[in-house]
């Protein structure tokens, strides 16, 4: 907020987007899950990311469609729990997690290696 020295009234600039790796999208896509079953998996045009905890099946169509450029078919969620692992004495646990795989059209292909 600003304000003026003649009127004394309140001004209130828009905020900036912010540009890049900010969008909603790359909030629910977290990032591809590279393995050698979903690497397999690619060659039939289906791709598996892991995903936000609370995102939904319509929101990773969308957040695919946003950054990619591509309207997924059909999307299938798996949530993950953390298993437990052991450092000497102590247990402890790793994290919990949602993957998720993204179907697209026959004879689509996205481009997820670039970067990586």
Do not use: C, N
């Amino acid at each position: 907020m600003a304000i003026t020295k003649k009127t004394k009234s309140v001004v209130t600039e828009a905020p900036a987007k912010k540009a890049g790796r900010q969008g909603a999208a790359y909030r629910v896509l977290v990032r591809p899950l590279v393995s050698e079953k979903s690497a397999h998996a690619e060659t039939r045009s289906v791709y598996t990311f892991v995903v936000a905890k609370d995102a939904t099946k319509t929101q990773i169509k969308a957040a695919v469609e946003q950054v990619y450029g591509v309207r997924p078919t059909q999307v299938r969620t798996i949530h993950t729990e953390g298993k437990e692992v052991r450092f000497g004495r102590t247990i402890g646990r790793r994290k919990d997690w949602k993957k998720a795989i993204v179907t697209l059209p026959a004879g689509q292909t996205i481009s997820i290696h670039t970067g990586v």
